[in-house]
């Protein structure tokens, strides 16, 4: 498993009027961590002829974060074959697991926006 990690800091903008990190926030730090954690896994790599679409979240909403927690953020990425590959998430505060979530990314050729087989490069890049 090759873990990526980040730090955050809810800002004001994050708190909905429950006063709490509002469940949209989440997912918005999902594809933050998600291009994050690529650019650092592809950074070596030129002429990139694809990209990544979602086609699936699961979200398991354990516990709350607000104004001013310090929110841990991972992922790694999981089963990957075929056109898929599932992407993990855990964001904590401390000890404490806010959000446990997968992401299913579908890999699709850069210029026809059609899905393309995951070479064993891509392969090689996610799963080292």
Known sequence: MNLFEQKHIVTPEEIDEYNH???????Q??????????KELSKNVKN???VWFVIRHEVDYKNQAVLGDEVT????VGKTEGIRSIRHFEMYRGET???KSQ??????DANTKKPKRITKEVT???LP
């Not at 953020?73 to 790694?76: A, K, S």
């Open 124 to 126: 090689n890049l996610l």
């Open 21 to 27: 990190v509002n469940n949209v926030v989440y997912v």
């Open 48 to 50: 990139i002829d694809y």
């Open 73 to 76: 953020l991972r992922t790694w």
């Open 29 to 38: 730090w999902m594809q933050n961590i998600s291009d994050a954690h690529w």
């Open 97 to 99: 697991l806010l959000v």
């Open 103 to 108: 992401t299913t990314f579908c890999l699709l």
